[in-house]
């Protein structure tokens, strides 16, 4: 193999695969990227075998020479040294040869490096997957759901199932949720099928395959196809596939959890309401739970307060845009509120209360597709 | 105690003497920081008692009102909440108002804190210093002399002088010694003394305070001045005290070790050489010891390599800008190396090596106020 390519989509293209690869696998071949140099341009692969990426650096983009191949070829080659190597090489191209025992030379101005490559007959294929049913979305909306649901999955392994999010399609309207059992993100989205009777409902993502992808994902609009199999999802934008493995077991319905009413209705300021709970948190956070109290008032306005007995008192007082039903004394998880907040983009929200004991929704005022629920806590 | 206090100077006066305070002080007080409200304004303090800081915010400042007192008094509030809070509060102005149990209110716009203080008579005083030594010098030329030299401290205990930084000063000239026994730092500068002579030589301030210190100083020309007392330094600038206790014992000799001759000269780009190494390392810091391996050539060039067995080998060629004297293969720390490159603020540097297993020194070639001192590494 012997190719010499333009180092600033080499150094992308490595880094994008690279958000693949975990050092603790216990397959020694996918510690490395792997390199396979064809006629058509230079293909690269990462993979802890839950996630795998391909980047694809053509021979020419825009007219540009990215990539002169002089010999076809493949090798892997250790993942952590080669993402910093090749940022730092002194020139503007790199030389890539591989010699017939797996040694690989790299060439830029007056620096070379001579690495011991592993062997790509190895290296495991990546997933075979059908292109059937396909839907497709703008990237920056993809880049926008995964944010405004990915956080409110569960980080502890009890219950695997909700460390990932739930995606379903019924009628060309993508749902997503993320629960972790004390609150709960979903998020709809129109999308493109290219059969309108695609539909899908127990499709359960690892958050951590979400939050990789969106790290390599660019905030533009171009399109990303997305392809579901039984127990694999592909994303396939502009010369990048990113493969994950889904999750295994039963999402829990969790339809039926949202209540359709309310008994106390409050719309606040968005940037007003997170301030206050953030200062709020400030006493909270250093007890246990980062529990705040909410309290509505005789003058239609709501406070809030926390109390960490060996440090102080805070109390906030919020004017509420609107108010109507009963009066309410409600304890919550501030913290979970304030990640809600940090992604609903909306500079008003509206919280339907039904009762101290019950979960709660916040909604944006602006817009219709985003829906945040939370479980009280208890503080006698 | 009463006052109210424009928000943003209570802020940065708040995050100053937050830098002296520890959560793992063995006095409770110390976890604190002391407000004291007088007709001139308001003192803050704070001390882990090797590092005190004393920072005022005076009642006018170019003719806006900073402070307006309606009460003396003081007290001290807890560090880890207080800084926070203060930074977060919604309004421009801030209301302190302590009550007899020592109980704090701060209010600020809707917001309202009521913390528990502590008693500020168990707070200890700062060490009192008599003004008979001064020298001064400008605030920005001081922040360099830190970073210039701090870095070389030693960061283990086993020989606990070696942890600060030796001052000395001669003629009216400054000099700043720092050692970790593999490799030194040596700044001279100029200063102005309030008597001619002024001279001391084994004043040794621990790394750690000049640290803390070079954080608080803005980068202008304001003049700082400097007192120094048997086992104490103060630094006094616009509206701040930085007090920080001296190290015990007799710092080494340091001026004899620094070679006089030279059996090979290079010298180099600095910008290059930092590069090659820095690629050098990428190998190397996998391995134990940072080694990197220089070797002069027969076109008057240097390359440079490093080699890790199961990894690979870099080789990196250097054009000399002038080379004399003696052929050489030498091996060193490269760390140490690029940590001296970072601070040298020039762009050419003069490596004289006197042989392959003797210390060498490193230059600017740009102006003569440092020098940089490296013990090489056995390799066999």
Chains 1, 2 share one sequence.
Request: hydrophobic share 40%; glycine share 4%; charged share 25%.
């Amino acid at each position: 193999m012997k190719f010499t390519i333009h180092r600033d989509h080499f150094v992308q293209s490595v880094q994008h695969v690279s958000k693949a690869i975990s050092l603790r696998t216990t397959i020694p071949v996918l510690t490395g990227i792997k390199i396979l140099a064809t006629s058509e341009g230079v293909t690269l692969t990462g993979s802890d075998s839950d996630i795998s990426i391909e980047a694809f650096i053509p021979k020419d983009e825009d007219d540009q020479q990215l990539v002169e191949i002089v010999e076809e070829g493949s090798i892997v080659l250790q993942a952590r040294f080669f993402a910093d190597i090749v940022k730092k090489l002194p020139e503007e191209t790199i030389e890539v040869i591989v010699t017939d025992n797996l040694t690989t030379t790299l060439k830029s101005g007056s620096s070379e490096f001579n690495l011991n490559g592993l062997d790509p007959e190895e290296y495991p294929r990546l997933p075979d997957i059908e292109e059937e049913n396909i839907f497709k979305l703008p990237t920056d909306l993809l880049k926008n759901i995964i944010r405004q649901t990915v956080f409110a999955v569960s980080t502890v392994e009890t219950r695997p199932i909700l460390t990932g999010v739930n995606w379903m399609i019924e009628d060309s309207t993508l749902t997503c949720t993320a629960t972790d059992s004390h609150r709960l993100a979903m998020r709809h989205a129109k999308v493109e099928t290219n059969s309108g009777e695609l539909s899908f409902s127990n499709v359960v993502i690892p958050g951590k395959s979400l939050n990789e992808l969106n790290k390599i994902l660019d905030d533009t609009n171009q399109w990303i196809e997305i392809i579901v199999t039984d127990n694999q999802i592909l994303f396939k934008g502009k010369n990048i596939l990113f493969f994950s493995r889904l999750l295994d077991g039963n999402y829990p319905a969790t339809k039926n959890m949202i209540p359709n009413h309310s008994k106390t209705s409050v719309t606040l300021d968005t940037k007003k309401l997170t301030q206050a709970i953030e200062r709020a948190l400030l006493l909270s956070r250093d007890g246990k739970n980062n529990v705040v109290n909410l309290k509505t008032m005789a003058d239609g306005n709501i406070e809030i307060t926390s109390v960490t007995p060996e440090v102080g008192k805070v109390t906030e007082d919020i004017d509420c845009i609107n108010y109507s039903g009963e009066e309410l004394r409600i304890s919550f998880n501030g913290k979970n509120i304030i990640d809600a907040l940090k992604v609903i983009d909306s500079t008003e929200v509206q919280i339907d209360f039904t009762g101290a004991m019950s979960p709660f929704v916040m909604k944006p005022l602006e817009h219709e597709y985003m829906l945040h629920l939370f479980s009280p806590v208890r503080t006698y």
